[in-house]
């Protein structure tokens, strides 16, 4: 079956800055990649390695409980695919901290989390829109009459008429079992950069306190942009 050529697709716009040889703009931008994986594993976190297409290079389901170590990232750098540009991703839930995220597409998705939700210093911004993250409160924390629950597993929520032009499925939830990409990603339509990014591990705040927000049926906690 012959491979998609993912680069032909690229925005032109995009393509002046593509690292589209394999010389040292790519060796460059792995070793960059590389570079921030190990410093999410040494901060506790676990990361994996994905494909344009947001799907895994390896099996990550050991890493949604268990950090990988030092040699299993440069393992896997190592045995990837000469023809295909990686990205990296954190996993979310416990394993990597409480971590969260929300995940918002477009101008409005941002508007409405701007208004509803409480500062991150863990922000970035990617082809689409922006993730926010948080962390889970510890149960100890809770306040006010809303009641703390992990979020169940497999669920995501989607903001409803929150903000005018919020168009739905534009704002959802990624909690455990989901994966998202992390800077220094490049995908086919862009990149990932970080916005804000703080010393300091992101708040903990519960998601449900915003108002509106009801669970999709059917949804899941998988990998996305």
């Keep these: 079956m012959k491979r998609r050529n993912w680069l032909a697709e690229v925005p032109g716009e995009f393509m002046r800055t593509w690292p589209r040889r394999k010389g040292d703009e790519m060796s460059g931008y792995l070793e960059d990649l590389k570079a921030a994986a190990l410093r999410q594993i040494e901060a506790g976190r676990s990361v994996i390695l994905m494909r344009q297409n947001k799907t895994p290079f390896f099996s990550w ?11 299993m990232m440069e393992a896997m750098f190592e045995i990837l695919p000469p023809d295909e540009v990686p990205m990296l991703a954190l996993v979310l839930g416990p394993v990597s901290g409480d971590f969260w995220a929300l995940d918002l597409d477009g101008p409005g998705a941002v508007e409405w989390a701007e208004a509803k939700t409480p500062f991150t210093g863990w922000r970035v911004r990617t082809p689409h829109g922006m993730h926010w993250y948080y962390r889970m409160p510890l149960e100890e924390e809770s306040e006010g009459p809303w009641d703390y629950a992990p979020i169940p597993k497999g669920f995501s929520w989607t903001g409803i008429d929150v903000v005018p032009g919020l168009k739905e499925g534009s704002v959802d939830l990624r909690g455990p079992g989901a994966c998202l990409v992390i800077p220094p990603s490049l995908g086919a339509k862009g990149p990932y950069v970080w916005e804000v990014l703080d010393s300091v591990p992101p708040p903990r705040w519960a998601p449900w306190l915003v108002g509106p927000m009801t669970p999709k049926s059917g949804g899941n906690g998988g990998s996305r942009e």
């Design 61 to 71: 389901k050991r890493f949604q409980t268990e950090v990988p170590t030092r040699v």
